[in-house]
C-alpha cells in the first residue's frame, strides 16, 4: 500500500509552505503524488524520483568527459583545492538546509575562504538598506490574520511565490480578517501587468527606473506637502488615492522584490521602502517583508550572522576575523576583478545566474559544484558532487522569506550512497584538519553521532 | 575517571555560609565530591577568591531578535572584535556577540549557566539552533506568554487549568523552561500599533487586563510546580514615572505562596528593574525611584529582581516589548527593526548610546546601581544588565567593581558632564555601602540558582553539585585598593572548570566543554479542551502546521530535561 507523509515541507521558493502531502510508493522508495504544491513544487518532488539522478561525484578528465569517482576521492580533491588557493569562494546556499550552512562555516573558517550567498546578486542591495535603516516587519501570520491593506511593490508572487496570496497575503482568512479578500485592499506597483497587477484592486504602472520618485512622493503626500501633476508616470490623483488606501489601513503591509532590488537606484529604493513604512506606523500598524526567492535563502542570513555577525559576503581570509564589505567581499566583484583563485557552487547555478565575464574568470581556477542536479554550473565543472535533495531526502531547518524556522522532513531515502550537504562539509572538514595535522574543534553541542567531542583535548 | 583538587584558595560559598575561608574543592568527573585521590591534578588557588559558576538569570543571547541585531548592525563588528584565538573559532561582535564569542566570554568570566530571557515560540527552532552553536556554557530559555491568543483567551475566562494544560504543551513544545511576561498586553496591542501601559488598560478585542493576566499566569505557574517562578518584564518600561505601575505589579505577588519541589520560595521574578524605577513625568524631571521600590522589595520575601544596570555603552536595546522600541526608536531616530509574530508576541530592535554626558543616562547608570545598594536581600537580587538592552554581559565585572567601590562609583560620577544634575535626581553620590565578594556570591551564584530552582546543581561547591569551579585573581584577606582589578579579575579567570573539564586557564578558552540545554517537561493530565483548540488554532490561524511546530529534538542534543508531575 503506498502511503501518505503529511505537513511536508516544500523545498522551492521562499513561501516555504509546509502543508505538502506526498504519496510514496510501498517501498518507501518513489515518490507517486504530491498535493497542495504549486506547479513548480510538484516538479522538486517528482523530479527527485527521476532515473536519470547521479549517484557518485564525477571528475573532469583531460580530454574534457567526466568520469564517477568516490566521495572519498571527492572529499580530498575538494580539501585540497580549499587548503591550495589564496581565496577561495564558496557560493550558493539558497537550496540547502542550515545545516549545511552551519557545517560549511567550518570549513570556510579552517581553510580561510570567503563565503557568500544568492542575497548578493538577489537582496544584497535590501541587506544594504536594512543596515542603514532598519526593518520592521512580521511572520506571514500577521499578515493573514490582521493585514487589511497589502501592497505588491516591484513582485509578482503569483508566478514567483504561487500559493503566496492563497496562503499568507490575499485570499486567507484569518482570526481579524474573517472575509479573506474581500477585507483587503490590494495594491501592485509594477511597470509591467503582471498576474499579480491584474489581480490588485488598484495597478500604478510605475515608469521603469524611477521607483524611488514614486516612493518619494507617497511619503511627501503622506506628511502633508503637494506633488507635481505627475510623478513616475503615475498621475497625482493615482498616488493620492493609493496613498489615501495606505493611510487608512488598520494594519498594512508593503511586500517587495527584485524589482526594487534590482533597478535603478536598487538599496535606495529599499531604504526609502522603509522609511515609507516608518512613516506610516505614525497613522497605522505597517510592515515590510523581502519576497525572499529560494525556500531557505534566509538561511545562511541567519546561521552566519550568529556565527560571523554578517549575513553575506563575508571574508574569512584573514583567519583572525571575519570582514564584510560588499563591493570588495561579493562574489560577483571579487569574480570580475578575478581575485578568486578556486570556487565551489553549492546549491545554486552560478553558471546560470553570474555574468558570462565572471564565470569565464572563475573557470580558469579550480570549479567544484554541489548540486543533486545537472545544472549549468555543473556542466562547467571540474567536479561535480551529486547529494541528497533538501526537503525530499534530508530533513533539517530551514527559513521563510519571514524569517520563520521551518522544520523540514525527509519523505524518502536519497539514492543509495548519496550524502546530504552537510556530512559533505564534515567530512571536507575532518580531510582538511588531517592534511593540515590539526585536531578537529566541534561545537559539542552540534551533538552529530560522528562529530567526535574534544573534551579534554 | 578525571580528578581536580582546586587547593587552599579562599572559598566563597554562601549556599553553605562559606565566606572567604582556606579550604580544597575536590572534584571528581563532573561532579563536586568530598575528596579525591592522591593522583588527582592540582590547581594551586593559594591567596585566589574560589566560587561556583555563576549563573545569568536574564540575557538575551540566542535568537531571531537577538540575530537581528547582530544582522543589522555591521558596525557592532567593525574594528570592535578581537583576534580569534588560535584553533578556536572567530570571535565577532561587541554588544551582540556572534554564538561562539558569547560561550566563550561567559566561561572567561566563570559563568556556567546563561538564561535566554525572551523565546518567541513560533521561532524555537531557532532559539535552539543557536544554543546548540553558542560553546561551554549550560543554557535554557523562557518562552514568552503575556500576549499569547491562548492565554489571553484561557485568562480572560479565569481558567487556570486550561492555561496550565496550554502552558505545559507549549514550553514541552519550545523546550523551554518556564513562564517569560514581557509587557502583558501591550505587546499583543502593538499588533495594531497600540500599548497597555497601566495594568488596567484593556488588550484591544481580548478584552483582559495586564494585571489579570499577570495574576492568571502567576497562578498558572504555581498550579504546574515550575522550577522558576513568572519571570516579568512589566508595562511602561523606560517611562518617567512607571514606579507606580512597577509597585502596582509587584503587588499583585502579595499572599501567594511558591508551589513547587525545587526549593524556590519566590512567586516573582521581577527582571531589569532600572528600566522599571523611574520618577518625574518627563524627560526634564527624570529621577531615580530606586528607594521607593526597593523598600517594597524588601519586605517581599516572594519576590526576587535583577537590576539592568546601566554600562554606558553603545549598545543594542532588543525586547518583545514591541511598542517600546518603537517609541525608543522616535527619541533617538536610529535604524528600528520590528517582527510581530503571529499569535505570540512580537519584537523590536534599536541601537542606543549610553552617553555618559547625557543626563538621563547618567541618572539610568546611578539606578541600577542604587538598587543593587538598597537592596537587604542578596538572595533574591541578581546582577544583570538585561544584555545587551542596558549594556553587554561582558560588562558584569564592571558593574560588581561599582557595587563594590564607592571610588569607582565616585570616579565614574566625575567623567559626567551633568553630574550635579544626576546627584541631585538620585541617591547614588551619598551611598557609601560597598558589597563584600560574599554579598556579590550570593547575587551572581545561590541566589539565582535558587531563583531558577537549581540550587541542587548549580550557584554552590558543596560535594554533590555539579562541578563548576572559578577561580580569581584576587586576595581575600587584602583586596585591591584599586577598583580597577576587581574588574580585571572577575573578567579573566584565572581558571574556570565547567562540568569537571578546565574550559578557561589564564582567561583564555582551553576546550569546548560539555555544554548542555536545560528543559522543563511538565507532566499534566490530557486536557481534551486545549488540545482542540491546539489543532484549531493551528489549522486557521497559523502559518506552519501543527506537526513541524514542536522542536524536534535533534536541535538540542545534549538536553538536561527537568521533570515536573503535576498533580491534579
Known amino acids: 500500500m503506498p502511503k501518505i507523509v503529511t505537513d511536508v515541507g516544500c523545498p522551492y521558493c521562499g513561501a516555504s509552505c509546509d502543508d505538502l502531502e506526498i504519496l510514496v510508493s510501498d517501498d518507501g522508495k518513489k515518490i507517486l ?17 527521476s532515473p536519470d539522478r547521479l549517484k557518485r561525484p564525477r571528475l573532469r578528465q583531460p580530454d574534457g568527459t567526466y568520469q564517477e569517482i568516490s566521495y572519498d576521492e571527492a572529499v580530498d580533491y575538494t580539501a585540497k583545492v580549499l587548503l591550495k588557493a589564496k581565496k577561495p569562494l564558496i557560493y550558493g546556499f539558497g537550496s540547502t538546509n542550515c545545516e549545511a550552512m552551519s557545517a560549511v562555516g567550518r570549513v570556510a573558517e579552517k581553510s580561510g575562504a570567503v563565503l557568500d550567498n544568492c542575497a548578493s546578486i538577489c537582496h544584497g542591495p535590501s541587506f544594504l538598506a536594512i543596515f542603514d535603516n532598519g526593518y520592521p516587519s512580521c511572520t506571514l501570520g500577521e499578515v493573514k490574520n490582521r493585514a487589511d491593506v497589502v501592497v505588491f511593490w516591484g513582485c509578482n508572487p503569483m ?6 496570496t492563497s496562503r499568507y497575503s490575499i485570499f486567507p482568512r484569518g482570526f481579524f480578517t474573517e472575509k479573506g479578500q474581500r477585507q483587503r485592499k490590494m495594491i501592485s506597483i509594477d511597470p509591467r501587468e503582471t498576474e ?5 484592486d488598484i495597478h500604478l504602472m510605475v515608469q521603469q527606473g524611477h521607483d524611488y520618485e514614486l516612493f518619494d512622493a507617497f511619503r511627501t503626500v503622506l506628511r502633508g506637502h503637494d506633488i507635481p501633476d505627475e510623478v513616475a508616470g503615475i498621475r497625482k490623483e493615482a498616488i493620492l488615492e493609493a496613498a489615501g488606501i495606505m493611510k487608512n489601513a488598520r494594519f498594512g503591509m508593503i511586500f517587495f522584490g527584485m524589482g526594487c532590488t534590482h533597478t535603478d537606484g536598487r538599496n535606495h529604493n529599499v531604504d526609502i521602502a522603509i522609511s515609507l513604512t516608518r512613516d506610516l506606523n505614525t497613522v497605522a500598524k505597517y510592515s515590510i517583508m523581502a519576497m525572499r526567492g529560494h525556500y531557505n535563502i534566509a538561511g545562511p542570513g541567519q546561521v552566519w550572522s550568529w556565527q560571523f555577525g554578517f549575513p553575506y559576503c563575508i571574508d574569512l581570509t584573514k583567519g583572525t576575523h571575519a570582514h564584510m564589505n560588499p563591493g570588495e567581499t561579493s562574489s560577483i566583484d571579487l569574480a570580475m576583478r578575478d581575485e578568486v583563485d578556486a570556487f565551489i557552487n553549492i546549491g545554486t547555478d552560478a553558471g546560470a545566474h553570474f555574468p558570462i565575464d565572471a564565470v569565464k574568470h572563475l573557470r580558469k581556477h579550480p570549479f567544484i559544484t554541489i548540486d543533486p542536479n545537472i545544472c549549468m554550473a555543473s556542466e562547467i565543472s571540474d567536479l561535480h558532487i551529486p547529494v541528497a535533495v533538501v526537503g525530499v531526502e534530508e530533513a533539517g531547518v530551514v527559513y521563510r522569506m519571514d524569517n520563520v524556522p521551518i522544520q523540514f522532513k525527509k519523505v524518502v531515502d536519497p539514492p543509495e550512497g548519496v550524502i546530504s550537504d552537510e556530512q559533505l562539509f564534515d567530512r571536507v572538514y575532518l580531510r582538511i584538519c588531517e592534511l593540515t595535522e590539526t585536531e578537529p574543534t566541534w561545537i559539542p553541542a552540534k551533538g552529530h553521532a560522528k562529530a567526535p567531542v574534544t573534551a579534554g583535548q | 575517571m578525571a580528578e581536580i583538587l582546586v587547593k587552599n584558595g579562599y572559598v566563597i560559598d554562601p549556599a553553605q555560609k562559606i565566606d572567604g575561608d582556606v579550604a580544597d574543592v575536590a572534584i571528581r568527573d563532573d561532579k563536586i565530591v568530598e575528596s579525591v585521590s592522591s593522583g588527582a591534578r592540582v590547581i594551586d588557588a593559594r591567596g585566589k577568591v574560589v566560587m561556583a559558576g555563576a549563573l545569568d538569570v536574564h540575557a538575551h543571547v540566542a535568537g531571531p531578535k537577538v540575530n537581528v541585531g547582530r544582522l543589522f548592525r555591521p558596525e557592532d563588528k567593525l574594528f570592535k572584535s578581537p583576534e580569534a584565538q588560535p584553533n578556536y573559532r572567530v570571535e565577532m561582535g561587541f554588544s551582540v556577540p556572534s554564538t561562539f564569542k558569547t560561550g566563550y566570554d561567559y566561561a572567561r568570566m566563570g559563568y556556567a549557566f546563561v538564561m535566554e530571557a525572551a523565546m518567541p515560540p513560533l521561532h524555537s527552532p531557532h532559539v535552539h539552533e543557536e544554543i ?7 543554557q535554557a530559555a523562557l518562552p514568552v506568554f503575556a500576549n499569547n491568543w491562548f492565554v489571553l483567551e484561557y485568562l480572560k475566562k479565569g481558567e487556570i487549568e486550561n492555561s496550565a494544560a496550554y502552558v505545559a504543551w507549549l514550553i514541552r513544545a519550545t523546550k523551554g523552561y518556564g513562564i517569560k511576561l514581557v509587557n502583558p498586553g501591550g505587546t499583543e496591542a502593538w499588533g495594531w500599533g497600540l500599548n497597555c501601559l ?10 483582559v487586563t495586564p494585571a489579570e493576566i499577570i495574576t492568571g499566569l502567576m497562578k498558572t505557574n504555581e498550579y504546574l510546580g515550575l522550577p522558576h517562578s513568572i519571570h516579568i518584564h512589566q508595562n511602561s518600561l523606560g517611562d518617567p514615572g512607571n514606579y507606580t505601575v512597577t509597585l502596582d505589579s ?14 524556590r520560595t519566590q512567586v516573582m521574578h521581577s527582571t531589569h528593574l532600572q528600566f522599571h524605577s523611574y520618577g518625574g513625568d518627563s524627560w526634564a524631571n527624570f529621577e531615580s525611584k530606586a528607594k521607593d521600590v526597593m523598600n517594597y522589595v524588601n519586605q517581599q520575601k516572594n519576590i526576587t529582581i535583577d537590576l539592568g544596570c546601566v554600562t554606558l555603552d553603545e549598545t543594542t536595546t532588543m525586547t518583545a516589548d514591541g511598542p517600546f522600541e518603537h517609541h525608543l526608536n522616535a527619541l533617538n531616530h536610529l535604524k528600528w527593526a520590528n517582527t510581530d509574530v503571529e499569535l505570540e508576541t512580537a519584537a523590536g530592535v534599536v541601537p542606543y548610546i549610553y552617553d555618559k554626558d547625557i543626563k538621563v543616562c547618567g541618572i539610568q547608570w546611578a539606578i541600577g546601581l542604587e538598587l543593587g545598594l538598597f537592596t537587604k536581600d542578596c538572595m533574591r537580587t541578581f546582577i544583570t544588565t538585561d544584555h545587551p538592552n542596558a549594556g553587554p554581559f561582558f560588562r558584569y565585572p564592571r558593574v560588581i567593581k561599582w557595587l563594590m567601590s564607592q571610588k569607582a562609583r565616585e570616579a565614574t560620577l566625575e567623567t559626567f558632564k551633568h553630574r550635579d544634575k544626576v546627584i541631585d535626581a538620585t541617591e547614588i553620590h551619598g551611598i557609601d555601602r560597598e558589597l563584600t565578594l560574599y554579598e556579590i556570591a550570593q547575587m551572581t551564584r545561590a541566589g539565582p540558582a535558587k531563583a531558577l530552582g537549581l540550587a541542587g546543581m548549580y550557584g554552590s561547591l558543596a560535594p554533590g553539585m555539579d562541578a563548576n569551579v572559578a577561580v580569581f585573581n584576587l586576595d581575600y584577606k587584602k583586596m585591591p585598593s584599586n577598583p580597577e582589578k576587581i574588574e580585571q579579575a572577575f573578567q579573566r579567570a584565572l581558571w574556570f572548570i565547567k562540568s569537571g573539564e578546565i574550559v578557561v586557564k589564564d582567561g583564555e578558552i582551553t576546550s569546548h566543554g560539555n555544554k548542555r540545554t536545560l528543559w522543563v517537561n511538565a507532566k499534566v493530565k490530557e486536557n481534551p479542551q486545549v488540545v482542540r483548540d491546539i489543532h484549531e488554532k493551528f489549522i486557521k490561524d497559523y502559518t506552519v502546521n501543527l506537526d513541524n511546530y ?12 527537568i521533570d515536573v508531575d503535576v498533580e491534579a
Open chain 2, 550 to 561: 514542536p522542536v524536534r529534538d535533534y536541535l538540542a542534543p545534549n538536553p538536561f530535561v
Open chain 1, 33 to 49: 503524488e504530491v498535493y497542495n504544491a504549486c506547479a513548480i513544487g510538484n516538479e522538486v518532488f517528482h523530479h527527485a524520483s
Open chain 1, 196 to 200: 499579480t497587477a491584474k489581480l490588485a
Open chain 1, 159 to 164: 508566478h514567483a511565490h504561487p500559493r503566496h
Open chain 2, 250 to 263: 509587584l503587588k499583585l505577588a502579595k499572599g501567594m505562596k511558591a508551589k513547587n519541589k525545587f526549593g
Open chain 2, 198 to 207: 497601566k495594568l488596567d488598560d484593556p488588550v484591544p478585542f481580548f478584552d
Open chain 2, 132 to 138: 546548540h552553536d553558542t560553546p561551554i556554557i549550560d
